[in-house]
């Protein structure tokens, strides 16, 4: 079935050979999008954290088909020509990120929530940090680049 | 009492070392540009599948590849006959790359195929006919060395792959005049590296020679140990590393997975790729190695340590890999920790019919340390002292020689402890014990330990060294060239560090190559915490030589002698000359090529640990330095529950001079966070030698709501023969957290846990013996489902080539139509489709029908009545997101924050959740303690029936789920839901439970309901009648939900045991219930 959304702006159709294709496969293999990373394939990781809609979901669990007319977001679709999203920016600034595989995850739980609540609560933060696994960093300067990209889009729109 | 090293001074002066500039790789990684081995993608690349051995022990009686060649799409087959037959491994060659013969655990490999894409690789795989005859099998350590064991190779008698023993010193004298002698038995458990990236290569053949793209952390001792699998020359073997997504010490090239890719390739001629499933990551990679360890310790009365004995047997698993080395990093490292004066140990490496073990960050010393550190623990409770004197007391010092000849050069051991305590505020918090106090209200204690680890270490050979070559570009910025690689802990990003500091060169100038062995020379990589000392000193040689051709080809220049010029930032000029007289680098460095007989400055420096290659016993100084740590924890332990609640870790590590403090205080952070999952959350349940559910459903990871406060402090410290006084850190943050977090147990509660993991339900049993001593084990039972079926036929998980049509349908009337022309599956969010694709294999239905379209399941509202309805389609994140859920129906708010996240609330409808009935979920179970009711729709028509007459008499194959109502609560009524998640295993949870009370005027009990999930097949409902009429207080609660405990009728399986989930289902129906009526008062006031 041809089905049609946007990613990251742009209006795409994709032939969805089976009916129950994932859409973390069609970004991966047919769109050649591979910053959205394939962790588990049961929801658990988060490492293919997009956002659909405005929200995060998981898409090793999302079925390509159900995405028809919808707006999809990936790491790809965050930074400008010029300046990285300013959650890209507070991830680099607090060095919160090692080996980097579950950053775009992270990345776009981060932008989900702060596009929603531009001001969260410490536990908000947590809860959102705590939807993608990191093995790396013991999570404590992801934590602070939350708190420093509010900071960065707070002195953007001031 | 430390008094400062005058060589600290000048660690304060430097430009470059010390600061946190901007990692390498911090922009590709933020904006999903680094590419990670499955993001390759080559022209005419096939993907690849394995099949698996189901069986612990078998003998490969027929092998049929016929069928599964034949299918369309196919290009290669490969078993053990057509590789080399060699077999190979880092100490103990004994693996095949497919299976010759035997299979030895459970995801031995056997046979593999490359085809057109990974859903007809499976099928294919699905296709190999394997008849096995099933061989008795050695499952565990006894059952190996039990005498007439099975042998798991013919050629290891007694399943010893590896043995050894020393005594140095007197230990029968230093036992003799011991006043206080501990001792005790300590067991660890396999832990997996869980990297979020998992093993994988493409691997393309040009001619005879092979590049593999691999995401190893060791790409030349990778080469070397392929090129033998593969049967060809080393310099055939082109190993290129990728951008590597965790390795943890998983990654260094003991498994199959890359060997297995080349021999596709080379059979297809065509590219290849292979990447491991999570699955097939837990089933066939080399998880941390248990350990049984003994130990027994002397001390005098004063504290002083006299003695130490160990007895320590290892589960090698299957094949050997690393495993020879960790056996003896976790036998004699240790001793370089504490002043002993005499030890004495036998350790032995075991085969079993278990998945291979290996490296894992710390390699042998965090099994070392769960034991030790526990048993000086033990001692100080002995002698009546608080550990932090006695371990202070005993800390090695700079000078000190271990037992093993390990040379102690810069220690701050002593500082590091100080630093801990002082975080942690040990003094002020640590109160005096009442050993037989009773422990009603959660209890907090403190705990302690220390660890030390090498900067590299002779294992391969007598050789631990490394190379580089510093080229200063005609530009002037540098380029480091060292095969050493970055597995994301940051060693690209120190080694420039260390170059520009050396060339005095601004960070930015100096650029760094990826390892690719047709290019770098020879080195060994990621391993042993060794790349700051070992390859840091290498690249600072490379560069001071690079530094000298500069400041001479500038002495030309400028006609004055090299002596009296300098490099700084960038530019060279006389020492105290001033900004004018300086030239930029690059600059002087072509003006040095374009002249006659010109020549590029390219620095070229080495350097070999100073260390000495360990006997067949284990005597040699391994390292050239030693790090260490010390490290404290404060817990808060819940008799109740035995949940423990991490508050504090505090980490003081001593790594000399730190090059980049960002990375530094990462490892140390990561470094804990991983001790933390082995001590507490990172375990299988297992069935004939193999994990029931090898997912990470099962293996849950520490997130980041479970991370503590985590201080980390670095002692002031310089090693000499470090690179700008450095020495190394990427293992020690977590070598001793198991045994730091046991003493905070064992302080707070009393409960000494012996057995990784340390679980609620052992410190519960512990605490409340009576309450298990009518337990009767019930016998375990093989697991069942489509997922086992699978697994237990050894084949991949993930999709098969299949087509369902998928339809949008647009009224209730014409999905119910669709569902009864029969083989049609409804989907909403479509999660349990996706999931069942992924852990069978083999979805259900030809039709998918989703509902989501429909517009009156989409109906959201609260009426005029206050009664809420809900569409099936309705996505659970909406709950969460309407203000008068969480006032008027606090259970469902409650349930909501038990499934977790957005990511998965967003996901989850109302249609997909109610319509299954599994009481083990979140939402219908709330819906429960709410008295809500269902309207389904068949082809008979619709009805509508309270939810709990649903759970009793479930719904018909051909009904759907079309809404859910529940009423506005009547006035002081209050209600809450409770999700116990004994170890964060997903899905289902030990236990669920949520309530409902509604009270008089007067306070009295007007109507109070509780309801159970997970503990039984339909959920417990209790209607508290007897309540009615009668004041409440948290007392008659409790006593109300006690048979719970006989109504249960739970499982033992990995959430707990059945014993223990009673006695959590009564706890929680208890908490339901109590935060229902507390809640019901504060409404009414």
Known sequence: MLIKFRINGDPVEVNVKPGDRLLVDVLREDLRLTGTKHGCGIGACGTCTVMMDGYPIASCLQLAAMCDGADIRTIEGLAGTAALHPVQQAFVNKSALQCGICIPGHVMAACALLEKNPDPSEEEIRASADSVYCRCTGYIRILEAYREAIALARSKSA | MNPRDPRLAQVDSFLVVGKDVVRADAVPKVTGAAQYVADLHLPGMLHAAVLRSPHPHARIVSLDTAAAAAMPGVKAVATGADTAKRKWGAFRPDLYPLAIGKVRYVGDEVAAVAALDPETARAAVDRIAVQYEVLPAALSLDQALAPGAPLVHEDASGNVAHQFSFERGDVEAGFKASDVIVEGTWESARQWHTALETIGCVARWDNDRVTMWCNTQTPFLARGRYATALGVPESQVRVVQTEVGGGFGGKSGDDNASVICAL?????????????????????????????YWVRLGFRRDGRILAKEIKMWADNGAYTGKSQAILGAASVRHDALYKYPCVRGNSTLVYTNLVPTGAFRGFGNPSADWAVEQAWDLAAEKLHMDVFDL?????????????????ITSCELKQCMDKAAALIRWKEKRRKKAPDREIKEPARGLGMGCSVHVNGRRSFGDWDGSSAIVRVNEDGRATVITGEGEIGQGNLTVLRQIAAEELGLPYEHVDITRPDTDLQSHSLGALASRLTYV?????????????????????????????????????????????????????VARANIYKPGGQPIVGVGSFDNPSEFPDHNRYGNESGAYNFIAQAAEVEVDPATGEVKLLEIASAVDCGTVINPATAVGQVQGGVMQGV?????????????????????????????????????????????????????????????????????????????????????????????????????????????????????????????FSPEFIFARTVEEAVQLLAEGDAALVAGGMSHALRRERTGFPQAKRLVSIMRIPELQEFSIDARGMLRAGAAVRQQVFSEEPRVKERWQAIDDAMEGVGHTRIRHMLTVGGSVGPLIGGFDLPLAFLALDARVTVAGPRGRRTLSLEEAFQKRFAKDEMVVAVDVDSPPARSGSSFYKYMARRVLEIPTVNTAARVSLNADGTCAAARAVVGAVSWKPIVLDL?????????????????????????????????????????????ARALITAWKRARAEKA
């Open chain 2, 264 to 292: 596709l390739a080379r059979r297809s001629g065509r590219p290849v790729k292979l990447v491991h499933t999570r699955e097939e990551e837990f089933l066939a990679s080399h998880p941390r190695m248990p350990m049984r």
């Open chain 2, 391 to 407: 371990l202070r007391m005993n800390a090695v010092d700079p000078g000190d020689v271990s037992p093993h000849n390990h040379r």
């Open chain 2, 535 to 587: 390859a840091g000193n290498a690249v600072k040689n490379a560069a001071t030589a690079a530094a000298r051709q500069l400041l001479e080809a500038a002495a030309e220049q400028f006609k004055r002698p090299a002596s009296e010029l300098t490099i700084l930032n960038g530019e060279i000029g006389p020492r105290n000359g001033s900004e004018t007289d300086f030239r930029p680098v690059g600059a």
């Open chain 2, 677 to 801: 999952g082995f001590a507490m959350t990172e375990y299988f349940d297992w069935w004939n030698g193999m994990p029931t559910d090898p997912q990470l459903k099962d293996y849950p990871l520490p997130g980041a709501a479970m991370v503590p406060k985590l201080h980390v402090a670095f002692a002031d410290s310089y090693e000499p023969s470090g690179p700008f006084g450095a020495k190394g850190l990427g293992e020690i943050g977590l070598d001793a957290v198991p045994a730091v977090i046991a003493n905070a147990i064992a302080d707070a509660v009393g409960v000494r846990i012996h057995e990784l993991p340390i679980t609620a339900e052992k410190i519960h049993r512990a605490l409340h013996p009576g309450l298990y001593a009518g337990e009767k084990p019930a016998a375990p039972a093989a697991p069942r489902g489509g997922t086992w079926a699978r697994l237990s036929a050894g084949k991949p998980s993930g999709a098969r080539p």
């Open chain 2, 1025 to 1069: 009648e007897a309540l009615a009429g009668r004041p409440v207080s948290e007392k008659s609660l409790r006593e109300a939900v006690q048979d719970v405990r006989a109504r249960a009728e739970p499982l033992s399986d990995v959430r707990g045991s059945a014993a223990y989930k009673r006695e959590m289902a009564v706890e929680f129906t």
